[in-house]
């Protein structure tokens, strides 16, 4: 199978991956809304064992207890979110992805922490926390 990769906004950090994600979601938390200055970001989620860094490795920013945000020292773009609690795993923030058609979200999670101004009229289930 043909890797899939991606990059941050000035390509200093690039990846690529092989298998299809273990999920793909839509997030609301108020964490990633402030890391990206977004009212929403989007995450699809790779065994660590397909997922490879073929550049330099990103920055990291303990976000909270047991959570490493991973992002470009010289862009600033986000790249990755990695958990304690999935040691095993990296969620990948989906518009690094250099084809957009690689990620189909699936669901969003921590929808009651969503901005109110935001309409999403899609048909995926919304789920109150992660
Ligand atoms: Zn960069
Ligand atoms: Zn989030």
Redesign the pocket.
């Known amino acids: 199978m043909t890797p899939r990769t991606g990059r941050?906004?000035?390509?200093?950090?690039t990846y690529e991956f092989t298998g299809d994600p273990l999920w793909r979601a839509h997030c609301h938390c108020a964490s990633c809304r402030k890391q990206t200055s977004s009212p929403m970001t989007s995450f699809f989620c790779v065994s660590l064992d397909n997922f490879v860094f073929t550049s330099e490795r990103p920055a990291a920013f303990n976000s909270s207890p047991g959570v490493t945000r991973k992002f470009?020292r010289?862009?600033?773009?986000p790249i990755a979110y990695q958990s304690v609690a999935r040691p095993d795993q990296i969620d990948i923030y989906a518009c690094t992805l250099d084809d957009h058609k690689d990620f189909e979200p699936e669901y969003h999670v921590f929808w009651d922490e969503r901005v109110p101004w935001l309409n999403i009229e899609d048909e995926l289930e919304k789920k109150e926390d992660g």
Request: glycine content about 18%.
């Open positions: 941050c906004l000035c390509g200093a950090i470009c010289q862009c600033g773009s």
